[in-house]
């Protein structure tokens, strides 16, 4: 307001204001109203900024050769999902820990039942004719048919079957009573009824024979003689126990027999048998073996 808008306004009927205070009131409502209208214009620059998820940039840009990217976004660098869902530039994104590994079972390994042993013989008749193969399904041995030293074997048997030596010096003979065949043996293929066998002359020569246990129940077949003389047959287990002792004699000729043994002894044992000449009835009163086989 000039100088000559307040002159021609002058007092009032009720003698108004001077024009000195006209003055100061006109300036005064118009700092009010530019003060506000700053305050709405920063009302809407507020309020236009409220806009927290502008458009991104189209998958797949390249954002280093020059794209326009949005305001607030990072440019091509990885960022970390934050509560508000916005990427943070400059962060890697957060890994989850890998799973911890199963803890091993702790539980203890069953423990194996152990090996009851078992060990029973018996005496019986000899058939005249002794087919090792149909007997002796898991081995089977014979003795005599290729030298004093030397054996016939199953062919892919089990090897359970051992000769432990024995004191004496072997002798063969053709002499048996009774034939033994087979058709698979090594390195004999076949035989049809062979009477051969080994024999040791003398008091406490003989034999000492074996099979290897396995922790199940085996039989065992047994074919022994001897010349003039009386045998002493001791079987036992290699784990200890009792020893079964059985005796056959003949002091005019040749006698034969076939012991069948039962036993069970735990892998790693062994059943044993000792054949030896407890006396004699001649010069050369012998004990001899002829085959073991083993189901």
């Not at 024009?19 to 109203?33: D, L, M, Q, S, T």
């Not at 957060?94 to 911890?100: G, K, T």
């Not at 027999?257 to 054949?275: D, E, H, N, T, Y």
Request: charged share 20%; aromatic share 6%; net charge positive.
């Amino acid at each position: 307001m000039t100088d000559d808008q307040v002159r021609r306004i002058g007092p009032g009927p009720t003698g108004g204001p001077t024009p000195r205070i006209a003055r100061h009131r006109y300036r005064r409502r118009g700092v009010i109203e530019s003060v506000t209208a700053l305050a709405c214009l920063l009302a809407v620059v507020a309020y236009l900024n409220l806009d927290t998820d502008p458009e991104p940039p189209a998958t797949g840009g390249d954002f280093s050769a020059g794209e326009p990217t949005v305001a607030g976004r990072p440019t091509g660098l990885p960022g970390t999902v934050t509560e508000a869902g916005v990427a943070s530039p400059g962060l890697k994104p957060r890994q989850r820990p890998p799973s911890p590994s199963p803890s091993p079972s702790t539980s203890p390994m069953p423990t194996p039942e152990p090996v009851t042993p078992v060990l029973t013989v018996a005496e019986a008749e000899v058939p005249a004719l002794v087919d090792l193969t149909g007997l002796g399904t898991r081995d089977w041995v014979h003795w005599g048919l290729v030298g004093p030293d030397r054996t016939v074997r199953k062919r892919d048997g089990s090897g359970e079957i051992r000769d432990e030596g024995g004191r004496g010096q072997r002798g063969t003979y053709d002499t048996n009573p009774e034939g033994f065949s087979w058709r698979d043996g090594a390195p004999v293929g076949s035989a049809d009824a062979t009477p051969t066998g080994t024999y040791a002359c003398g008091v406490g020569n003989g034999f000492v024979l074996s099979v290897a246990g396995s922790g199940e129940l085996r039989t065992v077949h047994l074919f022994a003689g001897l010349w003039m003389s009386r045998g002493r047959l001791d079987v036992r287990l290699s784990t200890g126990g009792p020893t079964r002792t059985l005796r056959l004699e003949d002091p005019h000729t040749n006698h034969t027999a076939q012991w069948v043994i039962r036993f069970r002894a735990p892998r790693g044992q062994k059943l044993l048998m000792s054949w030896t000449t407890e006396q004699t009835f001649t010069g050369c009163g012998n004990v001899g073996v002829q085959a073991v086989a083993l189901r």
